[in-house]
């Protein structure tokens, strides 16, 4: 998202007038670190390290704890249990589901090729691989992830690795007539905000309103809201201290069922809330994403779509 508002900053000030913004991460594909081994080990074991964990899933300021111990922190603090986080995991996976079947992220995706391996066709994949996986009685079971003795946060109600890449392009309005092109949206407004490191999680609940304030919008007004679910607590978190409808949030399913490849969730989310405004017919969406280190972004839209 960070890449999408930077894009939208760029041809505002006239430095560019067409913008790709984007990311991608393949965690699946992200390896295991030998920090020794440059310099070489002389005596002794050796450890591998987890690069997922390390560079994308650990929090670098507050003693390099897992960003699942700030979900837990947050559960607490906002008092969501493990049946609350749960029960929204598993809506959330039934919407992205749904969704699925009614093919509303058709628009939003392109189909990829990729090797079936040696001597078999490729495989085409043309829709998300992980809300099929949902066994919502099994999910119930799940022993914490990060605090073994009365922990909330599971495998299934936090976001699963993920590979995935997203990609928007932005053009200033003056190309666009000389292009002839129709937007499918109008950036109104974006902002961020920051606070403690392990308080990350609620950060979007101070972004989105500093972005609606610049657009002049009311939250009231927003038809459909995209909050990024790196854990479910998350998203109940941010609705919580809002004051959201949950019927307006994340209503094609959020990153708890489709993933939340890190580098490419930003944006993402904002295509999502695009195909959301469409198929619901709405007119103002606005997105928010934390991110670690205490920060979140958010941004404000106008759909022009038919």
Known sequence: MKAAIIGAQTISTGSADIVVAGGTESMSNTPHYLPSLRTGAKYGDQTLIDGISKDGLTDAYEKKQPMGMAAEECAQEHNFTREQQDDYAIKTYGRAQAAQERGWFRSEIVPVSVSGGRGKPNIVVDKDEEPSKLNADKARTLKPVFQPNNGTVTAANGSPISDGASALVLMSEAKLKELQIKPMAKILAWADAEQAP??????????????????????????????????????????KLLGLDA???NMHGGAVALGHPLGASGSRIIATLLGVLREKKGKLGCAGICNGGGGASAIVLESLQD
């Open 247 to 249: 019927e307006k949030v």
């Open 198 to 239: 392990s308080k990350f999680t609620t950060t979007p609940a101070l972004a989105i309103p500093k972005a609606l304030k610049r657009a002049k919008i009311d939250i009231d007004q927003i038809d459909a809201f995209e909050i990024n679910e790196a854990f479910s607590v998350v998203a109940l978190a941010n609705m």
